[in-house]
């Protein structure tokens, strides 16, 4: 059964710290997104990948970070610097010549 | 580059009554317009594209009309039913730059089916 799988789906964070949010993809898709939701907003782009190796700071990049090792995978990590990461965060793959994306499921991330 | 209005922001029916929701871009280039249905506390589904060269498309009760000389679409719901209360986005795929397509999202339409 093909899809994308968000981990975990609810993630506390205290000040000061590092969280790493994981998405995990097996559609064989290239391209991998990350977008960040805030209460009743639209979807900003944070950061995207076309190819292992390579990605893109997208609109809204400072204070996250990302890496891309694997074609099935792009874990994003919301660090210290991000002042106000409370969100909702969408992990997508890019379905290629059939246009649009595939969005996983979502993790909400807490600033506690 | 590319900018996606839509309206309305939100958008209040009755069971059965019909919704529509339009969207409209400023790149004539763009070849590719889909829409995204998010429920609350999940992530957004595709429930219908078109495509550039199309002008219409339906499936059941949701159509999407394209009008390229004024560059904007509309998406259409009839006879609505509660469960179609949710979040719907509509995007626009303008040219690939080196390759590489990037979506660019209106804003998004709260749609509340009231029985």
């Known amino acids: 059964d093909g899809g994308i799988t968000q981990s975990p789906k609810y993630l506390f964070r205290k000040e000061g710290q590092n969280v790493t949010l994981s998405c995990e993809q097996n559609l064989n898709h290239d391209a991998m997104y990350w977008y960040r939701q805030d209460p009743g907003q639209g979807l900003r782009l944070i950061y995207y990948?076309?190819?292992?190796?390579?990605?893109q700071k997208g609109d809204i990049a400072e204070g996250y970070s990302v890496s891309r090792e694997k074609k099935e995978s792009f874990p994003l990590t919301v660090t210290s610097a991000q002042k106000n990461p409370t969100a909702f965060y969408l992990c997508?793959?890019?379905?290629?010549?059939?246009?649009?994306?595939?969005f996983g499921s979502g993790t909400r991330l807490t600033v506690v | 580059g590319e900018n996606v209005e839509q309206h309305p922001s939100t958008l209040s029916v009755q069971e059965g009554d019909s919704a529509v929701i339009k969207c409209t871009y400023s790149?004539?280039?763009?070849?590719?317009f889909p829409w995204y249905k998010q429920e609350l506390g999940k992530g957004p589904q595709l429930i219908i594209d078109i495509r550039s060269n199309v002008g219409e498309k339906k499936d059941q009760r949701i159509a999407v009309t394209l009008n390229k000389t004024a560059k904007h679409f509309s998406l259409h719901i009839t006879e609505t039913q509660p469960e179609d209360s949710a979040v719907y986005f509509c995007a626009a795929l303008p040219p690939r730059e080196t390759g590489f397509q990037k979506l660019v999202f209106g804003t998004g339409t709260r749609l509340l089916v009231s029985p």
């Open positions: 997508a793959t890019g379905r290629g010549l059939a246009g649009g994306y595939t």
């Open positions: 790149d004539s280039a763009s070849n590719y």
């Open positions: 990948s076309q190819i292992v190796n390579d990605f």
